[in-house]
């Protein structure tokens, strides 16, 4: 068969199934949802094994907690929204607000989360009952398919519609963009050559861009040990492939030997000042491109490759600022567990650094900054070209909600126009479904013309 009527079928499985799937009621939707958490949930272990094997990539405790994190807070957050029929009702102004499904929405997935940004992004999806296509990372395509056929098997035993989940069992860039051009709506996770076929395909698309996270430790805040611990946890997860990891750490110039001194605590190796440069070659390509042979490398093989011996479980690798120029290619986004300290000499050059950084790479994802006082929390908010800016928290758990904020759990995590997506929130189901707006009359005196202009 070939690729056009391949998908031509998937399509019109698709459309037959999400044709019945609006006709189920709130209570029959979520049963569905909670089934495909539940069940990904249950088999987290055996995934995470997989996706690792596969891939190359990653570590299972890291994947394990992932999948558990990813499934428990879509659930907790799904699980009360309304999604089916009236959703919203304001008497002042006599507006309803209804649901409508998108239709098909095909989701791409990253080799880095095969079955993580499958689950959490098809939660949203099926909760607004649309139907749902998977194409895989060819990379990881195995644990994918994997993870939709457990999905799949759950929904069968609720009975819910046939082919409402399917995925592109052999994907390859054709079949795709095939795809893409087909499907009402296009969900893209994964690196800024897929967003940007997304966006070029003609069909309304959600994409996410690339972290750089920066960290910035206001003036007033003191406890090192905290930064410390949660750095070095948030960064060594999955061995430093999260976007949401930490990037740099802006510190003020008279407290960067306690910074260094605490992480040292927790294991962290700080490289010397003439073997850091060396990291640009190991981590980029000639051509300024991430390096894949590199991703997810452990710090002590990362220490090997300059010629050092550190202990085997050391987490992190740090290394002093490499200056402020394009030359450091250090500056951008670096997807292995290695951090760079920029000292400062006042907030505003902290800001200034952070946000240069941002504009080379990573504009618009996240940042964290450690402060007490809401000044400076409100000051980077401010300055900083980012869709969220999480305080005193670790940007790897922290920037995907996971109980621990107001921001809403999920996987995919928009960057607004400065990262060339069409969302600057985390994408959750709102994203996902279409709304009908059904507006009553209700009596209003025409305002005086003068009153409004002097307001």
Request: hydrophobic fraction near 40%.
């Amino acid at each position: 068969m070939d690729g056009i009527s391949y998908i031509d079928g998937l399509i019109a499985n698709a459309r037959e199934a999400q044709k019945k799937m609006e006709g189920y009621t709130q209570q029959q939707v979520d049963a569905l949802v909670k089934a495909m958490g539940k069940v990904i949930y249950d088999n987290a272990e055996i995934l995470a094994k997989e996706a690792v094997e596969e891939s190359g990539y990653g570590r299972v405790d890291s994947k394990i907690v992932k999948l558990h994190r990813c499934t428990l807070g879509a659930w907790h957050f799904l699980h009360d929204k309304k999604s089916v029929g009236m959703i919203e009702y304001d008497p002042a102004e006599k507006l309803a607000t209804f649901a409508k499904p998108l239709g098909i929405v095909a989701a791409l997935v990253p080799t880095t989360n095969p079955v993580s940004t499958t689950v959490s992004n098809g939660m949203n999806i099926i909760k607004c009952r649309n139907a749902m296509i998977v194409s895989p990372h060819p990379r990881t395509k195995k644990v994918t398919k994997h993870g939709v056929d457990l999905i799949n098997g759950a929904l069968a035993q609720l009975g819910a519609p046939e082919n409402l989940i399917q995925i592109v069992e052999e994907p390859s860039m054709a079949l795709t963009q095939e795809l893409m051009q087909k499907v009402d709506v296009v969900v893209a996770t994964g690196g800024a050559a897929m967003v940007k076929s997304a966006y070029s395909s003609g069909r309304p698309s959600f994409g996410v861009g690339p972290g750089n996270v920066q960290v910035i430790v206001a003036p007033d805040y003191t406890d090192f040990d905290k930064i410390a611990a949660q750095i070095t946890n948030s960064r060594s997860y999955d061995n430093g492939m999260p976007c949401t990891g930490e990037q740099a750490i802006h510190v003020p110039a008279d407290k960067v030997e306690k910074l260094l001194d605490a992480f040292r605590e927790k294991g962290a190796y700080v490289l010397p000042a003439d073997k850091a440069p060396g990291l640009a070659g190991i981590l980029f390509k000639e051509n300024g491109m991430t390096d894949p042979a590199h991703v997810g490398m452990l710090p002590c093989k990362l220490a090997a490759l300059l010629g050092l011996e550190i202990p085997e479980e050391t987490p992190l690798l740090l290394f002093m600022s490499l200056g402020m120029t394009r030359q450091n290619l250090l500056r951008r986004e670096k997807l292995c567990p290695v951090v760079q300290i920029f000292p400062y000499t006042g907030f505003k050059e902290a800001l200034a650094n952070a946000k240069a950084n941002l504009l080379w790479e990573g504009a618009g994802h996240s940042s964290v900054i450690y402060t007490d006082e809401e000044a400076y929390a409100e000051q980077a908010g401010l300055e900083l070209p980012v869709s969220r800016l999480v305080v005193s928290q670790p940007g790897g758990a922290a920037s995907g909600g996971n109980f621990i904020n107001g921001l809403h759990p999920t996987m995919s995590l928009g960057c607004g126009s400065w990262g060339n997506n069409s969302i600057s929130d985390n994408l959750t189901y709102r994203h996902l479904m279409n709304t009908t707006k059904v507006a009553y009359y209700h009596a209003s005196t025409l305002p005086d013309p003068d009153e409004v202009w002097a307001e």
